[in-house]
């Protein structure tokens, strides 16, 4: 489906117009994040979330959930939690279709690279990294286009996505 | 780097090469922004031009993954590799002399210098730089390759020299010139044949020809054993397919091969324990307290339901276990594919595969587990599985590919179930 899908537009701002609909008629209920920009948070990797917006996600659990499930339909590939008996960074995830890797710069030892290798070399390459630890909030990484089956960051060793990644209570989802 | 300072010349102005890092060779080489987590666009041509086959770097140092920072952005182009390389050779060779070198130029696999375009644009920014900042010109050159039309012989005092190949771009930088490139000047060839011709000629001959073999096979080692080490398995297969379509080749890759052998024992199979998780029908598979576990055998032939099974492949400490588990529901190779392929989770005495069935095993329904066992993990795509999971255990078309791995060192364990 295209990005700018005309029916799927419809659709999403049906679906605002409905949520806004009952605040109205709910004095005093909190404002929601709406679903649309949930939607383009999830699939767009264009698409920023404003201050507003995370705050209002941030504070609505059911948000979150409806965000989980966005991100894991249809995703290129989901990567749950790694089992409580694992200890120590994780420095490598696989599942059927991807492998990501963790491996330190040796010429910055302040900055890590991440690995995206897919199994599947006639695959449409996922967009985005989103990783979540111990049910917290999603954090998102654009990721860089792909050179046959393989793309590469470099990130910050001491960033939020680099700490989560490297957490085995992390789940990652690939879209 | 001390010593020589290398600048490429881009359109917009020379960018510095600011530093060249080996970096594991399991990343791809990268070309960043001043020291910043910015990878540069580019690096995917970087990560070509650095690492074997076909790229020059590895050739010259040996090490397949560096990361190079630059001072400002090139976002195209192949321009950039005279001067990388040049910052290479330099680091190579200890940092080089103190000496300044804008260069601009594509190299190719035989190291000549090929044209590119844009030369007079970049010549007249480097121009406009220099007018700004300066740089002493009698330890600074200018390269770009040669048929780059009319060039100034100079820019604010700096020599501009057209170059053909690494060799001569070698000698203006004031490096040493690499074994294997060509002679930076053909009259020194002139000047010493006749000279050499009292010491006699079969036995130099005859050791440059043993050096040059040792030097063509141990290049051909190192990289296959670099492919080895890394895992990547199927690329080394491959590459050794292709040395063995000519005489020679097949020589060293059957050495290679034999070695290979010799180096590294078979890997020791693992022992699997398996267990199936039943209930009295399907809806009980919710509840665990309502399962009961059984012990793996190759056939079941009870009327229970089947909600999970759980198999554990365990090895000794030094070993890698890794593989599939593949469930057939209308029997095994019966359909295109299986229903589901798990590789299983990794745990330190070994790997387990945990399968809960959406859909529940009716009669017929088979499983297949196959553990390849070997001194490394296996990275990249890996074409045996097919067989491996599909093919009868003791039909041809699993022992093929069971003989595709063996021939490396890895040892395939096999494990059939199926509902009666």
Same mark, same amino acid.
């Given at each position: 489906?295209?990005?700018?899908? +005309? ?13 806004? /609909? ?8 909190a ?7 949930? #939607? &383009? ?12 917006d ?13 965000l989980?499930?966005l ?7 989901y ?7 694992a ?6 995830r ?7 890797t963790?491996t ?17 070399s ?10 979540r630890?111990d049910?917290?909030?999603?954090? &998102? ?8 089956? &393989? ?18 209570k ?6 | ?19 060249i ?22 690096s ?11 790229g020059v770097?590895?050739?010259?140092t ?6 190079m ?19 290479? /050779? ?5 940092g ?18 090929? &044209? ?29 390759? *040669? ?10 005092g700096? +020599? ?6 690494i ?20 009259r ?12 006699p ?30 895992g ?23 050495? #290679?091969l ?10 020791? /199979? ?9 209930? /009295? ?8 307290s ?13 009327a229970?339901?089947?909600?999970r ?17 593949? #469930?057939w ?37 088979a499983?297949?587990?196959?553990v ?8 990249? +795509?890996?074409?045996w ?14 022992d ?19 509902? *009666?």
């Open positions: 489906m295209p990005a700018d899908d +005309p029916v799927r537009e419809l659709a999403l701002a049906a679906l605002d117009a409905d949520a806004q /609909a009952r605040r109205l008629l709910e004095p005093g209920a404002s929601r994040i709406a679903f649309s920009v949930l #939607y &383009r948070y999830a699939v767009d990797p264009g698409f920023e979330l404003g201050r507003a995370a705050r209002k996600l941030a504070a609505d659990p059911a948000a979150q959930a409806d989980d499930r991100l894991r339909d249809n995703a290129f590939a990567m749950p939690r790694q089992a409580a008996a200890s120590g960074s994780v420095e490598r696989e599942t059927d279709v991807a492998i990501l963790l330190p710069s040796k010429a910055d030892p302040g900055q890590i690279y991440l690995g995206v290798e897919l199994l599947d006639g695959a449409i390459p996922p967009r985005q990294l989103f990783a630890t049910g917290g909030p999603w954090l &998102r990484v654009v990721l860089p286009a792909f050179s046959g089956t &393989r793309a590469q960051l470099l990130l910050a060793a001491d960033s939020d996505i680099a700490t989560a990644l490297a957490d085995p992390t789940e990652v989802c690939l879209r | 780097m001390s010593g020589m300072t290398v600048h490429i010349l881009t359109t917009e102005g020379p960018v510095a090469i600011q530093r890092t080996e970096e594991d060779n399991a990343v791809q080489s990268v070309i960043c922004l001043d020291g910043l987590t910015q990878i540069l666009p580019i995917p041509h970087y990560e070509a031009f650095v690492r074997r086959p076909a770097i590895e050739r010259m040996g090490h397949g993954a560096y990361r920072d630059v001072s400002a952005r090139i976002d195209e182009g192949r321009s950039w590799q005279l001067a990388a390389f040049l910052a290479h /050779a330099a680091r190579q060779q200890g080089g002399q103190d000496v300044t070198v804008f260069a601009t130029g594509e190299v190719d696999r035989d190291l000549a210098v090929r &044209r590119v375009e844009h030369v007079e644009q970049k010549l007249q920014a480097l121009t406009r730089h220099l007018a700004e900042f300066g740089v002493a010109p009698e330890r600074a050159v200018i390269m770009v390759p *040669e048929g780059s039309g009319t060039v100034p012989e100079q820019i604010a700096i +020599p501009v020299c057209a170059v053909a190949d060799g001569a771009a070698l000698a203006l930088a004031e490096l040493a010139p690499l074994a294997s490139a060509p002679a930076k000047d053909p020194e060839e002139k000047i010493d044949a006749p000279r050499r011709r009292n010491v000629f079969t036995l130099l001959i005859g050791a440059a020809l043993i050096a040059a073999a040792l030097f063509w096979v141990s290049g051909d080692f190192a990289r296959w054993s670099a492919l080895m080490q890394q990547r398995l199927l690329e080394l297969e491959q590459d050794l397919a292709r040395a063995e379509t000519d005489g020679f080749g097949q020589l060293r890759a059957g050495a #290679y034999k070695w290979l052998g010799l180096s590294a024992s078979d890997a020791p /199979a693992p022992a699997l324990q398996g267990a199936l998780y039943t209930a /009295a029908d399907a809806a009980q598979c919710t509840e665990p309502a399962q009961v576990k059984r012990p793996l055998h190759p056939v079941y032939k009870d229970d339901s089947i909600c099974v759980e198999v554990r492949a365990i090895g000794d400490a030094a070993t890698v276990h890794i593989g599939r588990l593949a #469930y529901p209308t029997g095994l190779g019966n359909a295109d594919r299986p229903s589901r392929v798990m590789r299983g989770s990794q745990e330190t005495s070994g790997r387990t595969w945990v399968l809960a069935f959406d859909e529940k095993p009716q009669p017929g329904a499983l297949r587990l196959v390849i066992s070997g001194a490394v993990d296996i990275n990249g +795509p890996q074409p599985y097919q067989d491996l999971l599909s093919a009868p255990l003791s039909g041809p078309a699993f093929a590919a069971k003989a595709r791995l063996q021939r490396f060192g890895f040892t395939v364990t096999a494990l059939d179930w199926r509902r *009666e």
